[in-house]
């Protein structure tokens, strides 16, 4: 099974830009599809980003559609978010996670099968 690291997390303040990395495994990466998820404390998480296997297709929630691009590079096994124009609601544990089969259901916590440990951001005002 792949194994997923997140990194590029930090404390930024609100206007700023980072880019979060998530480094898979082994080359099991590119045929997965993969998504970015979010959770601020006390809150559920949620979908961010996806992304499918050959980056021909890329879904982003509304609220950060402008802001965030979610990339990939199959020759690297790494997934990218670009972040750019942060704001404090941002601020949450950014979580990567991979999922075969098709992108039906791409939004859903439960319809992807590995996960990483996350990376913390934090936006100040």
């Known amino acids: 099974q792949v194994q997923l690291v997140e990194s590029g997390g930090g404390l930024v303040q609100a206007g700023g830009s980072l880019r979060l990395s998530c480094a898979a495994s082994d080359r099991t990466f590119r045929s997965y599809h993969m998504g970015w998820f979010r959770q601020a404390p006390g809150k559920e998480r949620e979908f961010v980003a996806a992304i499918s296997w050959n980056a021909a297709v890329t879904y982003y929630t509304h609220s950060v559609k402008g802001r965030f691009t979610i990339s990939r590079d199959n020759a690297e096994n790494t997934l990218y978010l670009q972040m750019n124009s942060l704001k404090p609601e941002d601020t949450a544990v950014y979580y990567c996670?991979?999922?075969?089969?098709?992108?039906?259901?791409?939004?859903?916590?439960?319809?992807?099968?590995?996960w990483g440990q996350g990376t913390r951001v934090t936006v100040s005002s």
């Open positions: 996670a991979a999922r075969s089969g098709d992108l039906l259901g791409y939004s859903r916590v439960d319809a992807y099968t590995y």
